[in-house]
């Protein structure tokens, strides 16, 4: 069974490699970012408050984001595997999933940061089907429209210059510190996460076992 987090900084390009593993592997893509921004948009009151935080590019507290994974994790499909994106984030989140799942596999996108600033300030997103653009790399058919449903597209609100730069020092202090102990315990694997889309979608598949 494949238990893979995927661990990098922000822009590395987890999202996109990891729906891409998903349809490979027939398990689902789990990131904790799009589920608070789901909860944001419905309105709830968990999203409301996770909303504050991820505008300005910190962290959700732990307890919120538990309780949102928590839920995911019990549904059906994911009892066949998964692939955890944005989660766990530091050590005490890696701490409350060993007590719900093992995890067999981190994948770290390894990437210079002056790659993520560019990537994620020409980054655009689709508000109702969720796919990922880029301007640049990856741009719709028809620009500012998803190629799927012809929604026009938005740039994510922690996209601002400001939020990255929180975003780079958040993952600094909170997330480096967790791939150090990951390390320790033999999980991880480096995957260079530079070059096409294509190009890290084959060294993706070189690192699984
Ligand atoms: P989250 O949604 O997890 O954001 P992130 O980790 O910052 O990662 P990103 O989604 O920005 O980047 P990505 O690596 O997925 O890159 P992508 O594939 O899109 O979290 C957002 C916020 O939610 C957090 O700041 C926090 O507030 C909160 N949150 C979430 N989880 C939390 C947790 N566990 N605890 C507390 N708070 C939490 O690619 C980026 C761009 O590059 C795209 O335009 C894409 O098209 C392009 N691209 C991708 N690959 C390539 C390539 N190989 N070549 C060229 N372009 C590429």
């Given at each position: 069974m494949h238990r893979i987090v995927l661990l990098g900084p922000p822009g590395a390009g987890k999202g996109t490699q990891a729906k891409r593993l998903a349809k490979e592997l027939g398990i689902p893509h789990l990131s904790t970012g799009e589920l608070l921004r789901a909860a944001a948009s419905a309105g709830t009151a968990l999203g409301r408050e996770a909303d504050g935080y991820m505008r300005?590019?910190?962290?959700?507290?732990?307890?919120?984001?538990?309780?949102?994974?928590?839920?995911?994790?019990?549904?059906?499909?994911?009892?066949?595997?998964?692939?955890?994106?944005?989660?766990?984030?530091?050590?005490?989140?890696?701490?409350?999933?060993?007590?719900i799942t093992p995890v067999e596999q981190v994948l770290y996108f390894e990437i210079p940061e002056s790659v993520l600033v560019d990537r994620l300030s020409q980054r655009r997103n689709c508000p109702t089907c969720g796919t990922v653009y880029n301007l640049v790399t990856q741009p719709p058919r028809q620009s500012g429209r998803c190629d799927r449903d012809g929604t026009p597209l938005i740039q994510r609100t922690d996209d601002s210059e400001e939020a990255v730069r929180t975003r780079l020092a958040v993952y600094r202090e909170a997330t480096v510190p967790l791939l150090d102990l990951y390390r320790t315990q033999g999980l991880v694997r480096t995957v260079p996460a530079g070059g096409s889309v294509e190009e890290v979608d084959a060294r993706v598949r070189a690192a699984l076992h």
């Open positions: 300005q590019g910190r962290l959700v507290p732990d307890a919120l984001v538990l309780g949102i994974l928590r839920e995911r994790l019990a549904a059906a499909d994911a009892h066949r595997g998964f692939i955890l994106d944005g989660y766990p984030r530091n050590v005490a989140q890696a701490q409350s999933l060993a007590e």
